[in-house]
């Protein structure tokens, strides 16, 4: 899989993170689909680093939208805790 891929990947991750933690995210939708790209980043890498499964051979794979998915859902639980009450 290519980086456009990824970022594809990312996208779609931080809308089903944001569909599985619906409320109000403090960056908006800016900001939970970075964070989405970011988590498909993160969770493929932590995928192939210390779980011993490359997510970079196919774009359908399972483990592929599993680790993007939730790498997306920790970095957005991690960006509403720090940033949680920036939007009153």
Do not use: E
């Amino acid at each position: 899989m290519g980086i456009i891929s990824w970022i594809i990947l990312g996208l779609l991750a931080g809308a089903i993170a944001k569909f599985l933690l619906p409320g109000r995210d403090p960056g908006g939708f800016i900001g939970t689909t970075i964070i989405g790209v970011a988590g498909a980043f993160i969770g493929g890498w932590i995928s192939a680093r210390w779980l011993d499964h490359p997510v970079a051979k196919n774009f359908y794979d399972g483990a592929t939208w599993a680790s993007a998915i939730g790498g997306a859902l920790v970095l957005l639980i991690a960006y509403r805790i720090i940033f949680g009450n920036s939007r009153n």
